[in-house]
């Protein structure tokens, strides 16, 4: 071989940086870490893999549909959340590290191991949210949160009542058009696209940040009369303006278009939901994290999402979120209103 020929690593310009490699170069980082977190994120992404293709098989195995049950909010449960469910609490349930685990679709929490046992960690998780979605093949996805389990305190349901600003990790995966895993642990955001013909997520973002300047807005405008006049004012005022609207009804697609894109999405409170529709613990507090992390606000009302103190694990909240500019056009409006 003539020295001006490349040698043969240079001509692989694949992006080899796999979601495991990132989190033991980030671990490596920190000398006291023990590498529990590394499982809970094996494990995360083993439940996400094993998703994704039962999501894009679904109509296949004909597990779409309704299971025949309500879930604890008197939701009709699909198939394919009872089927996610388990996935992940079979994948984080074999994690030493993990203390308690709790799922939109069950009622209580599930304790595992105490302190004294090793449990570390509380994992709470929307296995599947928009799965009502799945019918028509619209992405579908899965949030997840990290909290630190107070050794000490031995009532599981009283241990997962944190504040979302004591999460020690969280993120979502989307099972869209490619399968995308976001996730945070306070130092900024990362972005993960399941390489399929390998079997690994290949990081293709680090420090992600939201952008500015974007007058998109997501909201379901059917439930308009419902809304309060703050929120009416802000969409009498977006009509007037040359603002988009995108609201596909998955709260994980939703959130990953305004984190990539900017703009702002809402799910205010409504007479059906006067508290608002979406979960505190598991859907509102790990969007917000990584939408703060990415330089963007989270709201409840007047109130920032991840400083109020929760009270039950499957506690509504509404939620504002996105870039801070578009915000802010909302907040002025609320605080107006009282
Ligand atoms: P889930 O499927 O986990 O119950 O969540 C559905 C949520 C969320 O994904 C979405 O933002 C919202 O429901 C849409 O609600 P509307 O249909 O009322 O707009
Ligand atoms: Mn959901
Ligand atoms: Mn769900």
């Given at each position: ?22 989190v ?61 469910n ?44 928009g ?40 993120g ?14 306070g ?20 420090g ?11 909201i ?39 984190l ?24 509102a ?13 989270a ?11 929760p ?19 909302l ?8």
């Amino acid at each position: 071989m003539s020295t001006s020929e490349p040698r043969e690593h240079e001509l692989v310009r694949d992006n080899l940086m796999s979601l495991q490699s990132h989190v033991l170069a980030e671990e490596a980082q920190h000398p006291s870490a023990t590498g529990d977190f590394s499982w809970i994120m094996s494990a995360i992404s083993l439940a996400g893999k094993t998703i994704a293709n039962k999501v894009r098989r679904a109509r296949l195995n004909d597990v779409l549909g309704l299971h025949g049950d309500q879930n604890v909010h008197g939701e009709r449960q699909q198939k394919m959340d009872v089927i996610a469910n388990e996935i992940i609490m079979r994948c984080l349930g074999d994690r030493a590290s993990v203390a308690v685990l709790a799922s939109e679709e069950d009622e209580e929490p599930t304790i595992l191991r105490r302190g004294n046992e090793g449990g570390k960690y509380c994992i709470l998780f929307d296995p599947l949210d928009g799965s009502s979605n799945l019918n028509t093949s619209v992405g579908v996805g899965t949030i997840f949160t990290v909290l630190r389990n107070d050794p000490v305190i031995l009532d599981a349901s009283k241990t997962i009542c944190q504040p979302g600003i004591q999460q020690a990790a969280a993120g979502y995966i989307l099972y869209g058009s490619s399968t995308v895993l976001v996730v945070t642990t306070g130092h900024g955001v990362d972005m993960f696209v399941l390489d399929q013909s390998i079997g690994s997520f290949l990081r293709v973002k680090q420090g992600l940040k939201i952008p500015t300047g974007n007058n998109t807005y997501s909201i379901n405008e059917a439930y308009r009369a419902a809304f309060s006049p703050g929120y009416q004012s802000y969409l009498d005022m977006v009509h007037t303006k040359p603002y988009t609207s995108r609201y596909i009804g998955s709260m994980v697609a939703d959130v990953h278009r305004t984190l990539l894109e900017g703009g702002i999405f809402i799910y205010p409170p409504t007479q059906k939901h006067p508290d608002g529709k979406l979960r505190l613990l598991y859907e509102a507090n790990p969007m917000a994290f990584i939408i703060e992390q990415a330089g963007g606000v989270a709201y409840s009302g007047l109130q920032r999402t991840m400083e109020i103190v929760p009270e039950q694990l499957h506690q509504r909240v509404p939620v504002t979120l996105g870039s801070p500019d578009q915000v802010e056009l909302l907040q002025d409006r609320l605080r107006a209103e009282g």
